[in-house]
């Protein structure tokens, strides 16, 4: 319905063992949800939820930054995929994720990472170094509540803080490999995160606990040669 919301009685579909998947061309265009499954990047159960835009064919970290800036960028519910309000708000949500993590022309919303490995290296390694910080950030938001994992809605939070830390970067581009810049970027989502999520944990224990490790795990995988994630089918050891 347009609603931009997931549904459970919306249609829906499995993916295949590579990320795969299809719906029927007369179903017409659609926000893209995702959820369940195994992270091959990180070898792990998924938790959260991915989301595209309507007319999107890859569902991925990136692409559910793009949907939640689109989201924060509009009211909702905003009804009908031909909306120019929405369209024009889309391309510019992405274009914007795009520059700010330092893949400025390139289509988030339809490139295949790993297809594109060869040609355009940098968005497999960022693609898998943002998962990598969502997911982290997330659990150790969790641990040090006092749980041992983390729910969809905390890694919502965490997408949530991310894109709002992106979004108003006074650094035009986020480079990802940069200890200094990563670490800068892990607080403000920690910190972010948890005003997000209404904990009564001080951000700053959370970042002392937890960021320097978060860091080191994004800029190792944001520099991993993308001839190994195409090779692997996107899965790193971490």
Known sequence: NDDRICDAAE?????????????DPNLGQHMLCASGGVDVA???????????????????????????????????????????????????????????????????????????????PKLIQTTVAVETLLEQTAAS???????????TGLYGNTVSALTAVLSSSSSPVLDLTSATTVDSLVDSTVTNVVSRSNSALQPANVSALAAHLISNMTRAVGTIPAAQYAATGGAVDV
Request: proline share 8%; net charge neutral; no cysteine.
């Open 11 to 23: 249609p829906n579909t499995t993916t295949d063992g590579n990320g795969g998947f299809y719906f």
């Open 42 to 120: 990180l070898l792990r159960p998924f938790v959260g939820r991915l989301t595209a835009p309507a007319g999107s064919t890859q569902i991925t970290p990136l692409t559910t930054l793009v949907m939640t800036k689109v989201n924060s960028g509009m009211p909702q519910p905003v009804f009908g995929t031909a909306s120019p309000a929405l369209a024009a708000t889309v391309t510019s949500s992405s274009a914007a994720i795009a520059n700010a993590l330092g893949l400025s022309g390139i289509d988030l919303l339809t490139a295949d990472p790993i297809a594109a490995a060869s040609a355009s």
């Open 141 to 151: 938001v969790a641990v040090a509540g006092g749980t041992t994992g983390f729910s």
